[in-house]
């Protein structure tokens, strides 16, 4: 129903267009004037009567009609029934009658269950089907609005350049708000973490055992909160990944742009970018079947100890997978320097290798640090690779060949399962995503600091 509709929207917006467009024209003829805008201004004008309103409506009638709809089928539903049930107990409820409205039976549900699905099907199909009529009638309104404003001496193109500021305005707030609402959330939650665990043995603790009972019926243990296994595990096997990505990410980008002719870099290029499109978990399979047994073969080849999955492993791994966002931005901040800076370097009587290492890479420097940046973050944030090739185990250490975890795969953990938000389980989740915003924003401001010294040297 939803793709029916926008075809809809779009059908009768790009008429608008072609309507105002008409019009606009006709009425430069019949009056024998110019117009003030051009036509494709009116006829954007138009669209956007069409479009946006209708888009507006088709938002908030999908916020508010699951609740609608859930509200009118729980109130359906006999009082003798419902009477007992408290908050949690009514939405198990409503997932099962949804379950059993989709069709997804595993088994026999009660009597009321199965018409209060009925009643949701019947509710659902009416809604959408009043959603169409409604946003429909909404856009040929709008339709009939615009095109009556419009004249030979209609500002056709302010009101256009107004609609187009105000979505930009629009978009822009939705992006702070949105930062704002992701910082805020995980500020509230990690302040309620630390009401519940000091805050100097989350930061210095030596253990990590975050495993505590949820449940009153559940076995576990006391938990320990002691992140600084985390930390290590993190900055351990991004270390080994950026050993290995900015060596081989900054020495093929240098070889391509200086060294490499043009029919042999229009070919290694996009083989090389390719990496980037390869999801992380072939890395991951990759790295568990092939990388760890030929590391702990050739560990014991040497009488070294490797272990089954190894922080070496997800490194290496994961620094392959990390070479195309080096290599990219570097390759495009050494071809963007000037041509001049190379002739007068080669001018003074500098050799090749010269000029590469004293004009061409500092004056490239922001843009070869932007893809570091980028690289780093990236290998911050990975999940899988770590999952798969490193473990889960919090072990404090900095033996590449032990198994260790990471920030991000300690986050998945925490919030798998049962997750109750009033707990020290739970909310640890939070306290970690807070610590790994902050180290993502103090490594934007470095980097920024770095690009601006550099960058005002050679401008």
Partial sequence: MLTTLFICLVAVAAAGYFFGQKKARGLAISQ?????????????????????PSLVLVLFWLLFQDAVVEGLVISAIPDEITRTMDGTRIDLLISEIKSVAAGRIFVEPQPYVLEAAAHYNILNNTAEK??????????????GYARRNLSADFRARQKVG??????????????????????????????????????GEFFFGLSWEPQIAIRADQVAGTGAFGAVPVFTGTLLIA??????????????????????????????????????????????????????????????????????????????VMGIMIIPFISS??????????????????????????????????????????????????????????VMAAGLIAKLTANPFDAV????????????????????????????????FAATLLLNVVALRVVQKYRERYE
């Fill in 239 to 316: 270390a080994i990944a950026m050993a290995v990505a900015i060596p081989i990410g900054l020495f093929s980008a240098i070889y391509l742009t200086e060294y490499a002719g043009d029919r042999f870099r229009s070919i290694v290029k996009p083989v090389l970018e390719m990496l980037a499109g390869v999801p992380t978990v072939v890395y991951g399979f990759f790295a568990v079947l092939t990388v760890a047994p030929a590391l702990r073969e050739a560990g014991a080849a040497i009488g070294l100890d490797v272990a089954p999955n190894s922080a070496l492993a997800a490194g290496a």
């Fill in 329 to 386: 931005l570097s390759d495009d901040a050494i071809t963007a320097v000037p041509r001049a800076m190379r002739d007068g370097s080669y001018a003074m009587g500098a050799t090749k290798a010269e000029t590469i290492m004293r004009v061409l890479l500092p004056a490239a420097l922001p843009g070869i640090v932007g893809g570091i940046l980028l690289a780093v973050s990236r290998a911050i944030g990975e999940t899988m690779i770590v």
């Fill in 32 to 52: 024998g004037t110019r117009l003030h805008s051009l036509p494709g201004y009116h006829g954007a004008y138009v669209a956007f009567w069409v479009g946006l």
């Fill in 130 to 143: 009043a959603m169409l009529v409604v946003v429909l009638a909404l856009a040929v309104l709008g339709l």
């Fill in 405 to 436: 975890t990471t920030v991000t795969v300690q986050i998945v953990t925490l919030l798998i399962g049962d997750t109750e938000f009033d707990n020290p389980k739970t909310l640890a989740a939070f306290a970690l995503g807070l610590v790994l």
């Fill in 162 to 199: 107004m609609t187009m500021d105000g979505l930009m305005i629009l978009c822009s707030v939705i992006a702070i708000v949105t930062t704002l609402g992701i910082i805020a959330s995980l500020l509230f939650e990690a302040i309620r973490f630390f009401e519940k665990v000091p805050v």
